[in-house]
């Protein structure tokens, strides 16, 4: 029987760890070549070497996606070989702060990875796949995109644009054979989420971890293989007539009351 993604090239940014790391080995096992991009190229290395023992194929660039140069040459080698199916926005960064304490600086971080970064992987793809007539897009964005959290100000932001980039590049490329839609998680327990309880909360991670699990109506938090699941669906055939979408994925976060 032929697999779901047999002979489809997958470009998933940020795929050495957590949510992207799952996305990488769920397309891989669905019979897609991923092209794994990510700034830790050691990362991105596990994550190839897993897939290949697994029996599937992927490859690795090392590519800060704010660098427009960077994300030009890794797609651009990619491209040389073969045509990109699949793109998935995934490579992002978390910042804790109100309007009050965000940095100028932290601002133009968070701005430079989760908007102009996901900007520059459109700029380098979207051609190629208006060219060809086929294209699907998935993009990272949050509970965050369009809900108020406390102390998300750069972060809200950041994924605010990447909703309305959703919309805007599904708009203008709904005549040209592309999807573009985005997933819209709440907690998702990753490396993200350990590295913000430890920079923000060193002396008390497990009861913080404990607080961000029971504030969930699941009183959990979800899985990156989940989140994959869903990726994957909306990279299938299956998902033909979405595009535009923001799915939400976050156990009722956004919509049920505590
Ligand atoms: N974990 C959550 O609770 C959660 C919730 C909603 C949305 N998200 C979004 O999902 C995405 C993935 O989150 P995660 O929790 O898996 O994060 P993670 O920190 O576990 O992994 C992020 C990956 O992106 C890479 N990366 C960071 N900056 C990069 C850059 N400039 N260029 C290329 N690669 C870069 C990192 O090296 C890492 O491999 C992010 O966009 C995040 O905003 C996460």
């Known amino acids: 029987m032929r697999q779901k993604l047999e002979n489809r090239v997958a470009v998933v940014t940020g795929g050495g760890s957590g949510i992207g790391k799952q996305v990488c080995a769920r397309l891989a096992a669905g019979g897609a070549h ?18 290949a023992a697994a029996g599937g194929a992927a490859a690795v660039h090392r590519c800060d996606v704010s660098n427009r140069a960077e994300v030009e040459q890794a797609i651009g ?15 992002g ?28 992987c459109l700029a380098a793809v979207v051609p190629a796949m208006k060219a060809r007539r086929r294209g699907v897009i998935v993009n990272l964005a949050s509970i965050a995109s369009s809900m108020g959290l406390a102390d998300r100000f750069a972060y809200s932001m950041s994924k605010g644009a990447v ?43 497990d009861e913080v971890f404990a607080q961000l699990e029971q504030s969930q109506p699941m009183g959990r938090m979800g899985a990156p293989e989940e ?21 939400p994925i976050d156990g009722g976060f956004a919509t049920l009351k505590a």
């Open 163 to 205: 909703l309305a980039m959703t919309r805007s590049v599904a708009r203008d490329y709904v005549d040209h054979g592309i999807r573009c839609n985005c997933v819209a998680p709440g907690r998702v327990h990753t490396p993200f989420v350990d590295n913000f309880l430890a920079e923000n909360y060193p002396d008390r991670r």
């Open 34 to 51: 991923v092209e794994v991009l990510d700034i830790d190229p050691q990362a991105a290395g596990k994550t190839a070497a897993e897939i």
């Open 77 to 91: 080698a990619i491209l040389d070989r073969s045509p990109i199916d699949i793109l998935i926005n995934n490579a």
């Open 227 to 247: 989140i994959a699941a869903l990726i994957d669906y909306l990279c299938s055939d299956d998902a033909a007539f979405i595009t535009g979408a923001s799915i």
């Open 93 to 120: 960064i978390a910042h804790v702060g109100n309007v009050e304490n965000t940095s100028e600086a932290d601002l133009d971080r968070l701005y430079r990875v989760n908007v102009k970064g996901v900007y520059n």
